[in-house]
């Protein structure tokens, strides 16, 4: 190979690997929604309820595609209240808000979590 093709090879394996890079960044990341559910708890409930996601919904409880922005079904536990949520597909989970509207817990609703990913 002549010093021109080497070159142009390199040059072609660092476009492939930076547009990989790139790619990834934009990867759905069922961590990243996990780890935003997870600093929800301790939280007020109500601090993530936003009118619309011109901000980006991935720290909120509606997903860009509850455009209606509602709860599956809420639920009265002891002195605290569960809200059910679907957030994308099959995806759905539920969060524990006590009486003084803090976040206690959340878990999930469905055995398959492929679903429950942000952007």
């Known amino acids: 190979m002549g010093k021109c093709s080497v070159e142009n090879a390199l040059k ?11 790619l990834a960044g934009c990867a759905p ?6 780890g935003v559910r997870n600093a ?12 619309d996601c011109s901000r980006g919904c991935g720290d909120s409880y509606w997903s860009p595609v509850n455009k209606k922005k509602v709860y599956d079904q809420v639920v009265k536990e002891g002195d605290s209240q569960r809200y059910f949520v679907t ?13 003084e509207g803090i976040i206690q817990s959340w878990r999930y609703e469905n055995e398959d979590r492929s679903s429950c990913y942000i952007f």
């Open 40 to 51: 929800f708890v301790g939280t007020r409930f109500d601090a993530h309820l936003y009118d």
């Open 87 to 99: 957030w994308i597909r099959d995806c759905r989970y539920s969060v524990l808000v006590s009486g």
């Open 29 to 34: 990341s069922h961590s990243a929604w996990t």
């Open 12 to 22: 072609t394996i660092m476009g492939v690997a930076l547009l990989a890079t790139l």
